[in-house]
């Protein structure tokens, strides 16, 4: 089986790319995060938004009232009445108006917070799902190269009548599984990197990194959950609510005052003209009351919600920590057994020099290539969790 150009560029990369250039996967990130349609989309709505309920705590419209009457005798003449008016009111001159708009538009800001943090989280998972597929696809495309040198070899021997055919078929067989795995793989990053490109605007992104950037976890649960809770944008969002309920409240009570309106009036009739000004009162008093009541338990469920979500980020938090530190060792433990405990080209040794049968040496052979395999899986899972950290940060 010759090796595809597909599977050969992924190989490059494991032994040559990492040497002259190390593909960023934190740069990817961002670069993908840029191109999301879907935050595009939600940013443009949120400015849109913005715009629409600033223009909401403006004054209202001065009115303009003109009346032609005609009067009775008719040599009175013609009737003219011309009015002018502007309201105010002490929600809006106070700025009660003004903060609850501007506290929604910082609850549209988190939820745009919430949504990218969501959308980065499963970029990076699919990001590091690539990695580890690239990974095992170099891994076994060697496997499958040895393979096949000792199929080749094995019939060859076959044919000069220095092999069984039962060694031989093991032989074929052991290919069979290892292109078979090959294959496997492949198909599956191709499906990662759709779903990535998805995220990327539709633009197919190039992943070639066989590791993830390097990220430490701080020693101290403390320490990190300190800088994690005033980074979170899950804590910001009910804190902003819990205040913004309270400048409902003041703005439920500002509403219960009294409005006011004044203008300019003038009543044009021949022979007698009549100008003034005007002003006029609206007094609240049929609902205001329950406005103030409403904003009252808004407030008292705000500071629940709050309260709640603190308790719950903490112990989602620990979770992770926890999670995170314990897949991070496994990783690590496979790393350093697999340094010290490579008995792969000692068995091919033993193998070459008639020390073991066949059969043993794919026994061996088949317990080094498990344990690579999970050592990949293992950091994979690892980067996994460490998503879900850095979901809790964001």
């Known amino acids: 089986?010759?090796?595809?150009?597909?599977?050969?560029?992924?190989?490059?990369?494991?032994?040559?790319?990492?040497?002259?250039?190390?593909?960023?996967?934190?740069?990817?990130?961002?670069?993908?995060?840029?191109?999301?349609?879907?935050?595009?989309?939600?940013?443009?709505?949120?400015?849109?938004?913005?715009?629409?309920?600033?223009?909401?705590?403006?004054?209202?419209?001065?009115?303009?009232?003109?009346?032609?009457?005609?009067?009775?005798?008719?040599?009175?003449?013609?009737?003219?009445?011309?009015?002018?008016?502007?309201?105010?009111?002490?929600?809006?001159?106070?700025?009660?108006?003004?903060?609850?708009?501007?506290?929604?538009?910082?609850?549209?800001?988190?939820?745009?917070?919430?949504?990218?943090?969501?959308?980065?989280?499963?970029?990076?998972?699919?990001?590091?799902?690539?990695?580890?597929?690239?990974?095992?696809?170099?891994?076994?495309?060697?496997?499958?190269?040895?393979?096949?040198?000792?199929?080749?070899?094995?019939?060859?021997?076959?044919?000069?009548?220095?092999?069984?055919?039962?060694?031989?078929?093991?032989?074929?067989?052991?290919?069979?599984?290892?292109?078979?795995?090959?294959?496997?793989?492949?198909?599956?990053?191709?499906?990662?990197?759709?779903?990535?490109?998805?995220?990327?605007?539709?633009?197919?992104?190039?992943?070639?990194?066989?590791?993830?950037?390097?990220?430490?976890?701080?020693?101290?649960?403390?320490?990190?959950?300190?800088e994690a809770s005033e980074s979170s944008s899950i804590l910001a969002y009910v804190r902003q609510a819990t205040e913004l309920s309270k400048d409902k409240l003041s703005l439920a009570r500002s509403e219960s005052l009294p409005s006011m309106s004044v203008g300019y009036m003038a009543e044009l009739v021949p022979g007698s003209n009549f100008r003034g000004v005007t002003m006029g009162i609206s007094v609240p008093l049929w609902s205001s009351a329950r406005r103030i009541r409403s904003a009252r338990y808004e407030i008292q469920a705000a500071e629940a919600e709050a309260a709640d979500a603190a308790a719950s980020y903490r112990m989602e938090a620990e979770s992770a920590y926890i999670t995170a530190m314990g897949l991070k060792k496994i990783a690590d433990d496979y790393a350093q057994v697999l340094f010290h405990c490579d008995n792969s080209v000692y068995a091919q040794k033993a193998y070459e020099l008639g020390q073991i049968s066949l059969l043993e040496y794919l026994v061996e052979l088949d317990m080094y290539y498990d344990a690579v395999t999970r050592s990949i899986e293992a950091d994979r899972d690892y980067q996994l969790a460490l998503t879900t950290l850095r979901q809790i940060e964001m």
Request: contains cysteine; charged residues 25%.
């Open 1 to 226: 089986m010759k090796l595809s150009r597909y599977t050969f560029t992924v190989i490059c990369a494991l032994f040559f790319g990492n040497i002259l250039h190390a593909q960023s996967t934190n740069d990817l990130l961002d670069r993908v995060m840029s191109n999301n349609l879907t935050l595009k989309a939600l940013e443009n709505q949120v400015s849109a938004r913005g715009y629409e309920s600033m223009a909401a705590i403006s004054l209202p419209d001065p009115e303009i009232e003109f009346a032609l009457l005609a009067g009775s005798p008719s040599e009175i003449g013609i009737r003219k009445d011309i009015s002018v008016t502007q309201g105010f009111d002490i929600a809006t001159l106070s700025g009660a108006r003004r903060n609850v708009v501007l506290g929604e538009n910082e609850l549209l800001k988190l939820q745009w917070k919430a949504t990218r943090r969501e959308i980065m989280s499963e970029a990076r998972n699919l990001v590091a799902e690539i990695v580890c597929r690239n990974a095992l696809i170099a891994e076994y495309a060697r496997r499958t190269q040895l393979a096949e040198g000792m199929a080749d070899a094995l019939k060859g021997s076959l044919e000069k009548g220095a092999a069984t055919v039962m060694d031989h078929n093991k032989a074929v067989l052991a290919l069979s599984e290892a292109r078979a795995s090959l294959s496997a793989v492949e198909m599956e990053r191709e499906s990662l990197l759709r779903r990535l490109a998805a995220l990327n605007g539709g633009t197919r992104v190039d992943v070639s990194a066989v590791n993830m950037d390097p990220e430490m976890i701080p020693e101290d649960f403390e320490e990190w959950f300190d």
